[in-house]
Every structure is written in C-alpha cells, then in structure tokens.
C-alpha cells in the first residue's frame, strides 16, 4: 500500500509540473498576441517608425513563439512520464512478488 501511495505521489508531481509548463506556453502565447497587438496599434499612430517596430514585433515574437513551443513540449514529455493504474498495480504486484520471494529464500 505504501508503494502505491508513492506512485500516485508520483504522478501527482508528474501532473503538477505538466500544467505549470503548459500554463507557461499560455502564458507565453497570450504576451505574444498582446506584443502584435500594441505593435498593430503603434503602427496605426506612428507609421513612420513602422520598420523598427516591424523588426522588434517579429523579434518578439519569434522568441515568445519559440519559448511557448518549447513549454508545451516540456509539458508533454512530463506527460509521458505518468504511470497508468495498470503499471502502477504491475509495479507493486511487482515489488511484492521480489519481497516474498527474497523472505523465502535461507540465506545461510
């Protein structure tokens, strides 16, 4: 029971840092709309500096995009990480099987 409890403490953490990462890839898709936005509306205003800001938005966004991939991939990987109750049962089933054989074994 306390290798269960383990394992589901496990995919708890698994589960935890999958949703941060994703909340970051949010968080990171969310800042770049906002970014091509003000860009759009600056655009609107002062047309003149419409290269400068052009590079800086693309910038901007290429590396937010970028840091958003790399968070949902990272979450995803973290996903893949997480035990099913299936494995988690064949893993105990598992460790308890190894016990009571080595408890049957004399080891003199």
Same mark, same amino acid.
């Given at each position: 029971?306390?290798?269960?409890?383990?394992?589901?403490?496990?995919?708890?953490?698994?589960?935890?840092?999958?949703?941060?990462?994703?909340?970051?890839?949010?968080?990171?898709?969310?800042?770049?709309?906002?970014?091509?936005?003000?860009?759009?509306?600056?655009?609107? *205003?002062?047309? #003149?500096?419409?290269?400068?800001?052009?590079? @800086?938005?693309? &910038?901007?966004?290429?590396?937010?995009? $970028?840091? %958003?991939?790399?968070?949902?991939?990272?979450?995803?990987? *973290?996903?893949? #990480?997480?035990?099913?109750?299936?494995?988690? @049962?064949?893993? &105990?089933?598992?460790?308890?099987?190894? $016990?009571? %054989?080595?408890?049957?074994?004399?080891?003199?």
């Amino acid at each position: 029971m306390q290798e269960r409890s383990k394992l589901q403490r496990w995919n708890q953490g698994v589960i935890r840092r999958s949703q941060r990462y994703a909340w970051y890839g949010h968080l990171g898709l969310s800042t770049t709309l906002v970014i091509v936005s003000i860009g759009l509306i600056l655009h609107a *205003f002062f047309s #003149q500096f419409w290269r400068a800001a052009c590079r @800086a938005t693309v &910038v901007i966004l290429v590396v937010s995009s $970028a840091a %958003s991939l790399f968070c949902y991939a990272r979450s995803l990987l *973290f996903r893949r #990480q997480m035990l099913t109750p299936q494995e988690i @049962a064949a893993l &105990v089933e598992a460790r308890n099987h190894a $016990a009571d %054989s080595s408890l049957e074994e004399d080891p003199y």
